[in-house]
């Protein structure tokens, strides 16, 4: 089971743990309602190294994100429940739109993304490959998003 640290306590902690000789991966996004899709990209995510840091959005991130009637979930419940899965060590929330400044502080040796987005267009890849980490980019799954949940609950 895995933690929730503050942004000070997570740099401390990694610090400790690269000491260590681990490898850190790391990914982020709103992980609103969690599903299918989220769980298969953290459990090949943690297959790429011995860590695997998980930055979420806060509250006020993503509503900024996605539109005033999101998060459906809280940042404390978000949290809570993606640190209780096995394959995530540390969860931390940033409030900003980006997880550049999270990135600054994970210096992850490889930093995931989902299929719908391109290394290039991302602005975290440049930051992730100064502290000479990778971005790596793996499959979505088809049909699974949080927003296609959303629209179906409205239906």
Known sequence: MGT????DALAAHLDELRGEGKRIVSTNGCFD?????????????????????VGINSDASVKKLK???????SEDDRAE????????DIVSIFDEGTPVEFLKVVKPNIHVKGADYKPQDLEETPIVESFGGKVKILPLVPQKSTTSLVEKIRG
Do not use: A, M, W
């Not at 309602?33 to 695997?52: A, C, F, N, T, Y």
């Not at 539109?67 to 979930?73: F, K, L, M, Q, V």
């Not at 429940?81 to 995530?88: G, N, T």
């Open 33 to 53: 309602i969690l599903h299918v899709g989220h769980l298969r990209i953290l459990k090949q995510s943690k297959e790429l190294g011995d860590i695997l840091v």
């Open 4 to 7: 929730v640290l503050t942004r």
């Open 81 to 88: 429940l993606l640190s209780s899965l096995e394959c995530v």
């Open 67 to 73: 539109g005033e009637d999101r998060p459906i979930n």
